[in-house]
Nanobody
Framework: VQLQASGGGLVQAGGSLRLSCVDS????????MGWFRQAPGKEREFVAA????????RYADSVKGRFTISRDNTKNTVYLQMNSLKPEDTAVYYC?????????????????WGQGTQVTVSS
């Protein structure tokens, strides 16, 4: 698994961003995928996860109703659509993968990590 995240940037509060994470290997569909974030001075935290086929979704309470995770297995890509962004969403966002499923991703201990992409929300 080789994960490359993109799509971060600077946005005003209330705005939207869509993050993408591409897996350059040919095994993407074998993995549950997730997004995590780490704000300055804080520990990395779980944001969202999606099962191999996309039928099971998990979200952190702090993003429910605002963020949507999805995947396109034909493009080896997982997305995080972020709406109604708040300054407290400011963080470096990481994608992650694990064959064991969304349960492992929600614990924050997946096997594979991509590099981060910075999201900054101004008030």
């Amino acid at each position: 698994v080789q994960l490359q995240a993109s799509g971060g940037g600077l946005v005003q509060a209330g705005g939207s961003l869509r993050l993408s994470c591409v897996d350059s290997s040919r095994t993407f569909s074998r993995y549950a995928m997730g997004w995590f974030r780490q704000a300055p001075g804080k520990e990395r935290e779980f944001v969202a996860a999606i099962s191999r086929g996309g039928g099971t979704l998990r979200y952190a309470d702090s993003v429910k109703g605002r963020f949507t995770i999805s995947r396109d297995n034909t493009k080896n890509t997982v997305y995080l659509q972020m709406n109604s962004l708040k300054p407290e969403d400011t963080a470096v966002y990481y994608c992650a993968a694990d064959e064991r499923g969304v349960g492992v991703l929600t614990t924050g201990l997946p096997d594979y990590w991509g590099q981060g992409t910075q999201v900054t929300v101004s008030s």
